[in-house]
């Protein structure tokens, strides 16, 4: 009879323990599965009582901000050798045509920049705690594994760190396939944009060229530099003021003579100069391990859309005709479910949405479709943050990801995407959710699928990875296309020249 109570016994427990066990796991993939104040919704969103298929337009900001979460205090990055792959360690076979050199350059161009990272009077200029845990900024909590507060122009440090833990590291210039420049330019801009040296623009790079004159020698001159590559952290047009011009905004890193013939992995890239290649803009997302990225992808799977789109983002409350203004006029019509299917607004005025990932993912995981309008430049983070959301992106020019992002996106845009013509919008009778409505569940599916397949290419992985639970992030990415770029002009033009 005893044994027959324990057995018992254990059929209820086990059971429960496991139930407990997978209910914790779902709470650190990363947020809280809903809303604070989420009722119980049918499959389209709306309480099971209504047939409509999406809710009204609602302002989303508006929502409670309780779920932000306790930061916890992080070290600073380290740069101490330990954390140096060694090449030897690794077969020949599987590092031929994929040797990087990493140039030792004076702490002046990277690490020496972190240590004035409080320098600036500005508090915005801050990036003490942005630039703690390789780059990623401030856990959004203490026991977070994959979430961050991450400042999107510290991808320069990312990118070192993880070159650090390259496996294909070259021990020696002379087997190297590609040559890394670490130089935190985006960083050291700084100075010349709001610093001390604002009246010298024209002279952001200079030491950089001159130190890889006098100390890569004969590697830097025989292809001209055609063979290296380095990593901006900000958009190209904050690095392409004309030498001759002494106002207006922007450095000119990019058109020194010196360094013209290399690869600049910039956060936006301009149409025209070909050594420019945009890389995503860091999100906050940066998974432990393939594990956890696909825990977070089956979440996003799962997720309820309420909503047919969403916008997150400021502006457009002038009178003036743009497509800030006309997506803010339709989102607040508040129209009736017949006229319209809904627009979530997602108002990021004041900083709202700015290093709180929490707030931006729950609300851009409640629609279909977000939107991504220009703004001072073509393409915004919130691009990224929306494909991490499963949030099939809508577009209102071609170079706000298409003919930029050509190593992480898909050939065929309307795999994972809608492109709406901005001016047909602003000029003319065309609404956004007219277009966006006549899209089935089937096509809304399918595109959904492609996004959700995509968020490895858009995020950088921890780079403490195991490296059993590596997975393909936009740092290899950028490394493949880098490489590949490099062996397709020493065929084309085996004697390069030197532009020095």
């Known amino acids: 009879m005893k044994k027959s109570q324990e057995r018992s016994c254990r059929c ?22 809903a809303f604070p104040d989420q009722k119980k919704k049918s499959h389209y969103g709306i309480s099971d009582s209504n047939d409509a298929i999406y809710d009204h337009v609602v302002d989303v900001a508006a929502l409670t901000r309780s779920e932000k979460l306790e930061i916890g205090e992080e070290g600073l990055l380290s740069d101490s050798a330990e954390f140096r792959f060694n090449s030897s360690s690794y077969l020949a076979a599987e590092c031929e045509g994929r040797r990087v050199y990493m140039h030792e350059l004076p702490p002046e161009f990277n690490s020496g920049i972190l240590s004035q990272c409080d320098a600036y009077e500005a508090y915005w200029l801050n990036f003490c705690d942005f630039a703690k845990n390789w780059g990623f900024g401030l856990k959004t909590h203490r026991r977070s594994k994959s979430w961050y507060r991450t400042e999107a122009y510290m991808v320069e440090i990312i990118f070192h760190e993880r070159m650090k833990r390259y496996p294909c590291l070259a021990a020696s210039a002379d087997e190297a396939d590609a ?34 004159q006098a100390n890569a020698g004969e590697l830097w001159a025989r292809n001209g530099g055609a063979d290296h590559f380095v990593v901006m952290g900000r958009t190209a047009w ?29 956060l936006e890239s301009r149409s ?3 050594q420019e290649q945009a890389i995503p803009y860091p999100t906050s997302f940066h998974p432990a391990g393939g594990v956890n990225l696909h825990m977070w992808m089956n979440r996003v799977r799962r997720s309820r859309r309420t909503f047919l789109f969403s916008f997150a983002g400021g502006g457009g409350t002038g009178n003036s005709p743009n497509i800030r203004h006309s997506i803010r006029m339709e989102c607040s019509d508040n129209p009736s ?19 709180d990932p929490g707030y931006l993912m729950r609300r851009m995981m409640k629609a279909d479709f977000c939107l991504q309008p220009p703004g001072d430049t073509p393409t915004r983070q919130s691009t990224f943050d929306g494909i991490v959301a499963g949030c099939i992106p809508v577009f209102f020019e071609k170079q706000g990801a298409y003919t930029q992002y050509t190593w992480n996106l898909p050939t065929d845009p309307g795999d994972y995407s809608v492109l709406i013509p901005k001016d047909d919008v602003v000029f ?7 277009i966006l409505g006549n899209f089935s569940r089937q096509e809304i599916f399918r595109m959904r699928e492609n996004v959700i397949s995509l968020i490895p290419n858009v995020i950088y992985r921890n780079p403490e990875a195991a490296a059993a639970d590596e997975f393909r992030d936009a740092f290899d990415i950028a490394i493949d296309g880098v490489l590949q770029r490099v062996k397709n002009k020493n065929k084309s033009n085996p004697q390069t020249h030197s532009q020095l």
């Open 238 to 266: 904050d690095f392409s003021r004309a030498l001759h011009r002494r106002e207006g905004w922007g450095t000119s890193l990019l058109e020194l003579p010196g360094l013209l013939n290399v690869t600049s992995l910039v």
């Open 337 to 355: 479910p017949s006229s319209n299917p809904g627009c979530a607004f997602i108002d990021c005025e004041g900083n709202k949405c700015d290093h």
């Open 428 to 434: 003319g009778d065309l609404k956004i959710g007219q």
């Open 179 to 212: 040559f890394y420049i670490p130089y935190y330019s985006g960083l050291d801009s700084l100075r010349f944009l709001f610093g001390n040296d604002v009246n010298r623009s024209h002279e952001h790079g200079v030491q950089l060229v001159e130190w890889l």
């Open 272 to 274: 025209f100069p070909w």
């Open 12 to 33: 209820i427990v086990l059971p429960l323990l496991l139930l407990s066990a997978l209910a914790l796991l779902s709470f650190h993939v990363g947020f809280p599965s």
